[in-house]
Nanobody
Framework: QVQLVESGGGLVQPGGSLRLSCAAS????????MDWYRQAPGKQRELVAT???????NYADSVKGRFTISRDNARNTVYLQMNSLKPEDTAVYSC?????????WGQGTQVTVSS
């Protein structure tokens, strides 16, 4: 049974930082590509960052230079380091992986950027 569990969200002031974690189980994590998505109220879900099994990364233009995705295969965990946060980064952040042709999602973690 595939399970993704996010943590690390919270309330942060503009310009601040947060690190999100997504712990995976039920998959061979080391060969899985992992994605971080976000969805703000009233907006479509947005792909924020991707990391391949080889460690190659890709980012949405809106977060390039501020967010960093990384993975720790020993811990079956993918991270999203978010720096220089802006109010428009406020959203529910979720991790996702495709395994056996099925997309699996975590429950999401709320990130609120506000003074």
């Amino acid at each position: 049974q595939v399970q993704l569990v996010e943590s690390g969200g919270g309330l942060v002031q503009p310009g601040g930082s947060l690190r999100l974690s997504c712990a995976a189980s039920g998959i061979r994590f080391s060969i899985a590509a992992m994605d971080w998505y976000r969805q703000a109220p009233g907006k479509q879900r947005e792909l924020v960052a991707t990391i391949t099994r080889y460690g190659n990364t890709n980012y949405a233009d809106s977060v390039k230079g501020r967010f960093t995705i990384s993975r720790d295969n020993a811990r079956n965990t993918v991270y999203l380091q978010m720096n220089s946060l802006k109010p428009e980064d406020t959203a529910v952040y979720s991790c996702m992986t495709t395994w056996g042709s099925t997309n699996y999602w975590g429950q999401g973690t709320q990130v609120t950027v506000s003074s």
